[in-house]
């Protein structure tokens, strides 16, 4: 039976996870530079050791209630194929391996707007671990 | 040994190494999947080796290539099976070029290399299925296993102490952490002011000038001298003056300007796009220059050299020169301008019209330029790398094209402003000069023509744009004109004078800063949509800045002046999707007296083969052009009725033909036709009839009186290269019936 790494993080009521090998790291709270013009879920563009990555505020990108903190967030930074793209998060979670077994597509009946976003699910003992499909969720062209 | 031939050599040496393997896979599994496109693969580097002999003048390797050359056609025809014999006698030619390679990097010619006629004999017998045994002799005599193990390996060890090819990636990379080095630097430098350790201030220092070395250092490895552009040219400009009955000297100045590697790659089409007109339109034919008193012998200078920061590129021809007269009628004739604008364009303005989209002077096309796509491209790229191109004609004295572009696309000197307390970085490349009013000043200099805010600069007027409110909708220009009257005194209004394109503008910034260099790091592409920005960049303190695009922003707020230069973009835009509505027609005579038009936005180029220059690969037949392979389809072969005239349709050894170079999204093929005749203005009305579609046709138009048939390009493409339109979704919607 294949496993597979997720690194997971949290945001609204969500439980979110992203393959571990896709992930550059995690860091805490940057200074951020704001962007005129710039799509509103672009947040802005972080120094990230001379790598300039863009942010991305996820909950805006999920059609989420509620807005994203402008100090407390968490950057997950994962590489796109074009240039390193910043995860606006709450939390972050523990890394988790989980076996295939476990995955089911999305439900038909979620939120369109996080439906789109989403792999699918992982069932875990008392909660769900929700697939984010990462080309998508940065690829703002694509509504 | 000169550049060129270095450059041919080292690429050579990669694409052989890579070739071998493929060649034994090949013969492992000469049955594969994979089979035909490992073929293709060889073939294409063998093609391409073979191009650069005859043009380096290597005329002992040309001729081992070129039957190795036949038969891999013969294998990807499947004229003859891969067999043992056939590999080991390609690996052997591998290997002789090789030789002959090394020999030339010694020597610096394929002159008095070995004779390799028994391999040439070789390969030829190979090529027909039955004469298998035929080569065998040759095969064990011509190249022993000692030349290839001992002379090459030598000689490959020696180019490889001299250079060595990185990826251009690493570079990035390495640029990358400099840059960061230098951050980290300048941190700690600003740190040793406030120690009083000796030691450390020492250390310091240390770090200072070694970390600039190595900056200096690192630039360095991606500089390329202008001249690997320029030594073509020579060769190119001889067979254009030929080609043209012109007689044409080249000056060239300046070889050794270096330059960004990226730059060289982006400026080498529009420079040589510039030299290309300047032969063909430019200089006149030696009996007029005589009539006008000037010396037969046209001049054609280039020259190059570095100022501040920048590369500066002429191109200088002492040819007919451009009469900004004829530019205004022409633009008038064809609506790029309006009538009340063009009394009073300067000749300056005028001249800039060339770099129109859809703007040609010349009278006639000719194969060589014409088409009106062409300055525009010219002037889009090389504002793509930040550059700028400027033209400067008198008439009956010649042209001159100045172009200016940044040394290198990674680090340029910028200023840096201030709105709503974000840095901006300015490239200086568009700044003219800065103007700071004071006072009362400030609130009664800035005047409104209507609501568009303009400031009187030396007497001219200069359209001002404020930053804040560009970048937030919300902002008004009367709210800064009320702030500036609240400070009374103390109110002060910087205005960054800027040029874009020939128009000047004053962009209104919260505060000035200083100028520095920057690393201009590209933004992602969920920014690139951006125009507004060229890219970021890291400044001293760690923090991120945009880089403003000068050309974008004057887009952006129109101050433009010729804001038809976008409206007509979108309009060539607009016709490449709406057929119905036809311009521009090329008429030509498709087979015997039949005349038929295409629309003149799919040509790309007219152009005239000598038809012994005809390949065959597979059942099609196709010339090289322009470095590419240009699959070519004779309408007197495939319009449906041409049958009575399939007799004379059988080319002539030395026939010219007339070839319509069709590009569709990026893929070009060529139409052969009996005879170009004309471009045709239609009028607006001008609709296709798609009720007369049948084969070849997709409907009929009304032209000067007569009916004529609308060539349907796509759907012959489509039927005699079905791969041209592969993975072009639905591209037969595009052009068929509504």
């Known amino acids: 039976m294949s496993t597979r790494q997720f690194c997971t993080f949290y945001l609204d009521q969500l439980y979110l996870g992203v393959d571990v090998l896709q992930v550059q790291e995690v860091i805490r709270f940057q200074e951020m530079t704001r962007i005129p013009l710039a799509h509103r879920m672009i947040r802005g563009l972080i120094n990230l050791r001379g790598q300039i990555v863009t942010a991305l505020d996820l909950r805006l990108r999920l059609e989420l209630p509620g807005e994203t903190s402008e100090s407390s967030f968490m950057n997950v930074i994962i590489n796109t194929h074009d240039a390193p793209v910043s995860l606006m998060v709450d939390e972050i979670g523990d890394v988790l391996e989980l076996g295939d077994e476990q995955f089911e597509p999305p439900p038909q009946h979620l939120n369109v707007g996080l439906k789109k976003m989403i792999k699918g699910v992982y069932k875990l003992d008392d909660d769900f671990l929700l697939i984010l499909n990462t080309e998508k969720a940065t690829d703002l062209e694509n509504k | ?62 001729s081992v290539v070129h039957d190795g050359e036949d038969l891999l056609v013969c294998l990807r025809e499947e004229k003859v099976a891969i067999t043992t ?23 610096g010619s394929d002159e008095s290399s070995k004779d390799y006629s028994s391999l040439v004999q070789a390969l030829k017998a190979l090529q027909s299925p039955v004469s ?16 290839i193990s001992a002379a090459p390996t030598v000689q490959r060890q020696q180019t490889a102490a001299e250079s060595i090819r990185i990826d251009v990636k690493l570079l990035d990379k390495l640029m990358n952490l400099v840059g960061e080095l230098v951050l980290t630097r300048n941190q700690m430098l600003q740190f040793t002011n406030t120690q009083e350790d000796a030691a450390f201030t020492i250390t310091t220092q240390r770090l200072n000038l070694i970390t600039s070395e190595l900056q200096e250092g690192v630039m360095k490895t991606r500089m390329q001298m202008i001249g690997l552009i320029w030594n073509a040219y020579p060769r190119l400009v001889r067979d254009l003056a030929l080609e043209c009955g012109k007689q044409v000297s080249l000056e060239m100045d300046g070889k050794e300007t270096e330059l960004d590697r990226t730059m060289i790659d982006a400026i080498k089409d529009p420079l040589t796009h510039i030299v290309r007109n300047a032969i063909d339109h430019g200089l006149e034919r030696p009996e007029e220059r005589i009539a006008k008193g000037k010396p037969p012998m046209g001049r054609l200078t280039l020259r190059a050299y570095h100022e501040g920061g920048h ?33 009073q364009m300067s000749d300056r303005a005028l001249l800039n019209l060339i770099f129109l989209p859809g703007f040609s002077t010349a009278e006639k096309v000719t194969n060589i330029s014409g088409r009106g796509v062409g300055m525009d491209v010219v002037k889009n790229n090389i504002e793509a790398v930040g550059g700028m191109v400027e033209l400067i004609s008198e008439k009956g004295k010649g042209s001159t094209f100045k172009i200016k572009i940044p040394l290198t696309l990674a680090i340029i000197p910028a200023l840096m402003v201030i709105s709503q307390n974000e840095r901006f970085a300015i490239p200086q490349m568009n700044l003219l000069e800065l103007v700071c009013l ?78 520095a260099e920057i690393v201009v790091k590209p933004l992602s592409k969920q920014l690139k949509n951006l125009s507004v920005y060229a890219g970021a960049t890291i400044l001293g303190d760690g923090k991120v800045a945009l880089i403003i695009d000068v050309m974008g922003l004057a887009q952006r707020v129109n101050v433009i002046s010729e804001a038809q230069r976008n409206n007509l973009q979108a309009e060539l835009e607009n016709r490449q999707d709406q057929d119905n509505e036809l311009h521009n027609l090329l008429l030509f005579q498709a087979i015997g007296q039949r005349k038929m038009v295409i629309p003149l936005a799919y040509v790309a180029r007219l152009e005239e083969f000598n038809s012994n220059k005809i390949e065959y690969a597979g059942d099609l037949s196709v010339v090289q052009y322009r470095k590419q392979i240009l699959p070519l389809i004779h309408l007197a072969e495939v319009l449906p009725d041409s049958n009575r005239f399939s007799a004379q349709t059988e080319p002539d050894l030395e026939e010219l033909l007339q070839v ?36 070849g046709v997709i409907g009929s138009v009304i032209l000067q009186g007569s009916v004529i048939d ?28 509504r």
């Open chain 2, 311 to 343: 590369v500066n590129i002429s191109i200088q021809d002492d040819g007919a020169g451009i009469d900004p007269e004829k530019l205004r009628e022409r633009a008038l004739q064809k609506g790029l301008i309006q009538a009340s604008d063009a009394a």
């Open chain 2, 85 to 107: 014999a056939i590999v080991t006698t390609l690996l052997e030619m591998f290997d002789a070029i090789r030789e002959i390679l090394a020999h030339i990097s010694t020597t």
């Open chain 2, 438 to 515: 004071e006072g009362d000043d400030a609130v009664r200099s800035i005047e409104m023509i209507y609501n568009s805010p303009v400031y009187r600069l030396r007497e001219k007027l200069l359209p001002l744009v404020y930053l804040n409110q560009v970048f937030e909708q919300g902002l008004s220009f009367a709210d800064l004109l009320t702030h500036l009257k609240q400070q009374g005194e103390d109110a002060r209004l910087n205005i960054v004078v800027l040029q874009a394109d020939d128009q000047n503008f004053g962009l209104i910034v919260d505060q000035i800063h200083d100028t």
């Open chain 2, 1 to 62: 040994m000169d550049e060129v031939l270095a450059a041919f050599l080292a690429e050579c040496r990669e694409n052989l190494e890579k070739l071998d393997n493929e060649l034994v896979l090949l013969e492992r599994d000469p049955q594969g999947p994979h089979i035909a496109e490992a073929l293709g693969k060889i073939f294409r580097t063998v093609h391409t080796i073979k191009g650069s002999c005859g043009w380096l003048g290597l005329n002992r390797l040309e």
């Open chain 2, 132 to 147: 298998l045994a035929a080569h065998q002799p040759a095969e064990p005599k011509t190249i022993s296993a000692e030349p």
């Open chain 2, 710 to 737: 609308v060539l349907d390009f796509r759907g012959i493409i489509g039927r005699h290269i079905p791969s041209f339109f592969e993975d072009l979704p639905a591209s037969q919607d595009l052009i068929a019936v």
């Open chain 2, 660 to 695: 319509i170079v069709c590009v569709d999204q990026g893929r070009m093929a060529g139409i052969v036709v009996e005879k170009i005749l004309d471009i045709v203005d239609s009028d607006d009305e001008t609709e296709i009839q798609h009720s007369l579609k049948r084969e």
